[in-house]
């Protein structure tokens, strides 16, 4: 585990110029007539949680009810499934309501946006699991709450709980009755509303966190500025071909999903340049340096870096630089390796033609961007069990210490 000292780490901000990283972000003034509800009550969503599941949450941990509701979600998977029995009551109508998609859903576009992820799923596997998996290294209030919640004890199926988020998104099927990504958001929702009321009783976690009650609608907004706005942006800056139709369909999957998982709709951007701008808001000026942030990114490139498939630290290192860039890469002390840099300075522009048909010859050094992408399927994946991902499981304490 990476040494937590917090003098070294707080004294390397201070060289760095990250003084902010400890304060709170600015205060909100993106226009709820950028969103998908066309207007709003201007309320900042750093002050806006999940009140109604909140509740339900708290007050299931507070009577032992955890453990029999895990027990009964356990085998609800698909979309199409009827809600599980043994659940309080209230749990039970909450998740029948909850788990139907918003009336302003579009099958026709998530079906687009289903076809688009089959299309691109390369390049998004790389954009979610390196780019925005270790871009949450160096969002502060996220590292934070990552890593002193339970989940932080054990990366390994923390991550594969976040892949099991991503890969049901992604799913050809995702909206679908035989999908999952309905049931899938909906007991995402309920580990975050766990979480809420978990994370305060830490007395790690009040130590260092600059807000009284964690994973807001502002936080997650964050997440998906880390995770869809950035892959967004990056592809295009990639030159990766996309039709208009596609990017406004890949665009409405993450709508709905940030509907599922609990933010308003007057929070949701209603076009690529909203989501733009909102993320140069929220997203862009709190990224930081934390004790908890490195920790975790060592542990989750380590994880990575130990699947035996021919790719050194020093080419993930490099990998992770080249997505998010020198800055990020001095702060979390990745290694440098200039020969790699070099390598996928080259050759990953090469892969992209390769796969998008604009090259005829497979490039040079093919095969390990392909053996990169098995590392990060492989260590993360349900830790190479059967079955694709890993059951999402609601916690019933913090980490220890």
């Known amino acids: 585990m990476v040494d937590m000292n917090r003098r070294g780490v707080l004294t390397l901000g201070a060289a760095l ?36 599941i909140d509740q339900i949450m708290a007050s299931a941990l507070d009577n032992g009810q955890v453990p029999a509701i895990n027990d009964a979600i356990l085998p609800w998977v698909n979309n199409g499934q009827a809600v599980p029995s043994g659940l309080p009551p209230e749990l039970a109508a909450f998740l029948q309501r909850e788990k139907q998609l918003p009336a302003w859903a579009d099958m026709a576009k998530l079906r687009r946006a289903a076809n688009f992820n089959r299309k691109k ?37 923390r991550a594969a709980k976040t892949f099991s988020f991503g890969y049901d998104l992604s799913d050809i099927n995702a909206f679908e009755t035989s999908g999952q990504f309905l049931v899938t958001s909906n007991k995402t929702r309920l580990v975050h509303a766990a979480v809420r009321h978990l994370l305060p009783q830490s007395p790690h976690w009040k130590a260092v966190a600059d807000e009284t009650i964690p994973i807001s609608n502002a936080d997650i ?99 992770v630089r080249y997505q998010l860039g020198n800055e990020i890469g001095d702060w979390l002390e990745l290694k440098r390796d200039y020969v790699s840099a070099g390598l996928i300075r080259v050759g990953w522009p090469a892969y992209i033609a390769f796969r998008e048909g604009l090259l005829p010859l497979v490039p040079a050094n093919f095969y390990l961007f392909d053996q990169l992408i098995k590392a990060i399927a492989m260590a993360f994946l349900n830790r190479g069990e059967s079955g694709l991902t890993t059951p999402i499981t609601i916690p019933t304490g913090n980490r220890a210490g």
């Open 121 to 157: 799923d390369m390049y998004l596997f790389f954009l979610y699991g390196l780019g925005g998996g270790i871009m949450s290294t160096v969002i502060p209030r996220e590292a934070k709450s990552v890593y002193w919640s339970a989940g932080g004890a054990d990366m390994q199926d």
């Open 221 to 319: 907004l964050v997440t998906f500025h880390s995770t869809g706005t950035f892959a967004h942006k990056k592809m295009k800056e990639w030159g990766i071909p996309m039709l208009s139709a596609d990017q406004d369909a890949f665009l409405h999957s993450w709508q709905v999903a940030l509907h599922m998982l609990g933010v308003r709709d007057e929070y949701i951007p209603s076009s690529w340049n909203a989501a733009h701008a909102q993320s140069a808001q929220v997203l862009t000026p709190i990224l930081g340096l934390t004790p908890e942030g490195k920790a975790l990114a060592e542990v989750l490139l380590g994880l990575i870096s130990q699947v035996d498939l021919g790719v050194t630290r020093g080419f993930l290192n490099e990998f």
């Open 17 to 52: 110029g990250l003084a902010s990283v400890v304060t709170p972000s600015a205060a909100w003034s993106w226009s709820p007539s950028g969103s998908i509800a066309g207007a709003g009550t201007g309320v900042d969503p750093q002050w806006v949680w999940d009140d109604e």
